[in-house]
């Protein structure tokens, strides 16, 4: 009877895409989340001769995922954004020292977070909660807390299915929520932070970034950006806030970007791009940075430039080099 209930191996495999957004969120990396979710299939394919049914196919890959996610959080601190170590510098400040890959929450491209269809308000939430600000607010969070506000908000399981994964009680899921709550209203993104798909008027308005990016034009670029705009460039620590610092950044410490590329792409259920720089042998045009543009209210409220790109480039199936 237990062989006839025990899943096949290509139903195991079919729940990876959603484990990895469930263990990208709880984790800030979608390299950690590969490392997670390889880590919850291999457990699962050992022990189908073990799974009796007594729990669906689906909580029972879940339990795995978040107990591996709990151990992998146990052995380091917590991943951020820049903007949550510290304060804004100006366009004349040191840009620092490169701080460790571990550090940072990292972006992931869109295809790698499958989101639900056929329903708006589940959409909705789900755009919300892949969205760097929220991943990193997560960061925030005991991580049982993570584990409980992820699987009741974001994945909308019932608080019994919650406690009989964490081996709990529905009260303590649910005093656990409350808790989350409480810090995400404090840490999480801003009420008029980007929620909606993008909009025509959107796509305009990215289009008008990339044209005066590429053609240099930063004085008509700063029109786009909203008065209290964000900048940053993980892994190095400074980032600036404002129009008139990102206006003097571009043109001073980076105005080596004169002269760049940029490949669209998407990422965190916003526009991105492959972003090249001038080769300095005058060949083409080499990997820089990966963009992530947030956006809200017809501005850009925040760009962010990824310059990983040795690990991040190959990951959302951008070129090595462009000619």
């Keep these: 009877m237990t062989q006839l209930m025990a899943p096949a191996t290509e139903e195991l495999e079919s729940y990876r895409g959603e484990l990895r957004g469930y ?30 049914g007594r729990s669906s196919v689906r909580s029972w890959l879940y339990r795995i995922a978040t107990n591996a996610c709990l151990d992998a959080l146990r052995s380091r601190g917590r991943r951020a954004l820049p903007m949550d170590l510290a304060g804004p510098g100006s366009a004349a400040s040191p840009v620092g020292a490169p701080l460790p890959e571990s550090v940072w929450v990292e972006p992931c491209p869109d ?32 991580p049982r807390q993570r584990a409980v506000l992820i699987l009741r908000e974001v994945l909308c399981w ?67 950006l909203h008065e209290d705009a964000g900048f940053s460039m993980p892994p190095l620590p400074l980032w600036l806030q404002g129009r008139a610092d990102v206006h003097d950044f571009y043109l001073g410490t980076g105005s080596a970007c004169r002269g760049s590329k940029l490949v669209p792409t998407s990422a965190n259920g916003c526009p991105a791009f492959g972003h090249y720089k001038p080769a300095e042998d005058g060949d083409g045009y080499v990997p820089w940075a990966l963009q992530v543009l947030e956006l809200s209210g017809g501005r850009l409220v925040h760009l962010h430039h990824f310059l990983d790109t040795e690990r991040l480039f190959p990951r959302f199936g951008l070129p090595d080099r462009l000619q």
Excluded at 24 to 33: N, V
Excluded at 127 to 134: G, I, N, T
């Design 23 to 52: 263990c990208y969120r709880m984790l800030g990396s979608a390299f950690d989340a590969d490392d997670a979710v390889q880590e919850t299939l291999v457990k699962a394919w050992q022990g189908l001769d073990r799974f009796e």
């Design 111 to 142: 295809a790698e977070l499958p989101g639900p269809t056929g329903d708006p308000a589940a959409s909705a939430v789900h755009r919300d909660s892949v969205r760097l600000a929220f991943v990193a607010a997560l960061q925030h969070l005991p």
């Design 158 to 224: 019932q608080a019994a299915e919650v406690a009989e994964l964490l081996d709990s009680s529905v009260a303590s899921v649910n005093s656990a929520l409350q808790r989350a709550r409480a810090t995400l209203a404090q840490r999480g993104p801003r009420d008029d932070d980007p929620s909606g798909p993008l909009t025509d008027d959107d796509r305009a308005l990215v289009g008008r970034y990339v044209e005066a990016f590429e053609t240099y034009d930063i004085a008509s670029l700063v029109t786009l």
